[in-house]
T-cell receptor, first 117, second 111 residues
Framework: NAGVTQTPKFQVLKTGQSMTLQCAQD?????MSWYRQDPGMGLRLIHY???????DQGEVPNGYNVSRSTTEDFPLRLLSAAPSQTSVYFC????????????????FGNGTRLTVT | QQQVKQSPQSLIVQKGGISIINCAYE??????FPWYQQFPGKGPALLIA?????SEKKEGRFTISFNKSAKQFSLHIMDSQPGDSATYFC??????????FGGGTRVLVKP
């Protein structure tokens, strides 16, 4: 049981380059989300999805795109990388909306450390 | 502006001592308050959670205290152990789909 798998673990980009961070889960979870973690800022929600074909913006969506074509996968695209996007990115999934009627916990991957120079 | 303010940013405690982390919020619509624990190189994992209809919840050495009138909640780690050294995040959620996290507290338990 792999849980939430993120690839790559590390990435260095030049300003203006684009890339896709991959996220896959094997728990048949409906809810998936992307967070970025920066020192002192905690975890900030970028985008989330409540099911295949449905996505919505979080707190800091600018510069990022997502799509959810399958239940398992939720890739995050950086369209034109900027130094401000240097961060650690976490994908997380849960059975249903976290804190909803099922008290579903978020299951996090181990993160992708991205550096934009 | 963070909707959930967490303090302190870091904490050093001796083995066997009590670690206390505090969080404050403004949004009275928040109805779910979890705490997550993160070890270096790993993603956060749910530790314990509370809803505002109870004032305290205990799981082993970890206790959440909730003060609805003060809009504050805290995590107490009793008998702290070196294995508890980690970063702890409080979070809150209102009706809807967004879980908002605090800034995190790095806890170091000295043997």
């Amino acid at each position: 049981n792999a849980g939430v798998t993120q690839t790559p673990k590390f990435q260095v980009l030049k300003t203006g380059q684009s890339m896709t961070l991959q996220c896959a889960q094997d728990m048949n979870h409906e809810y998936m989300s992307w967070y970025r973690q920066d020192p002192g800022m905690g975890l900030r929600l970028i985008h989330y999805s409540v099911g295949a074909g449905i996505t919505d913006q979080g707190e800091v969506p600018n510069g990022y795109n997502v799509s959810r074509s399958t239940t398992e996968d939720f890739p995050l695209r950086l369209l034109s990388a900027a130094p401000s996007q240097t961060s650690v990115y976490f994908c997380a999934s849960s059975y249903s909306i976290p804190g909803g009627q099922y008290n579903s916990p978020l299951h996090f991957g181990n993160g992708t450390r991205l550096t934009v120079t | 502006q963070q909707q959930v303010k967490q303090s302190p940013q870091s904490l050093i405690v001796q083995k066997g001592g009590i670690s206390i982390i505090n969080c404050a919020y403004e949004n009275t619509a928040f109805d779910y308050f979890p705490w997550y624990q993160q070890f270096p190189g790993k993603g956060p994992a749910l530790l314990i959670a509370i809803r505002p209809d109870v004032s305290e919840k205990k799981e082993g050495r970890f206790t959440i205290s909730f003060n609805k009138s003060a809009k504050q909640f805290s995590l107490h780690i009793m008998d702290s152990q070196p294995g508890d050294s980690a970063t702890y995040f409080c979070a809150a959620k209102a009706a809807g789909n967004k879980l908002t996290f605090g800034g995190g507290t790095r806890v170091l338990v000295k043997p």
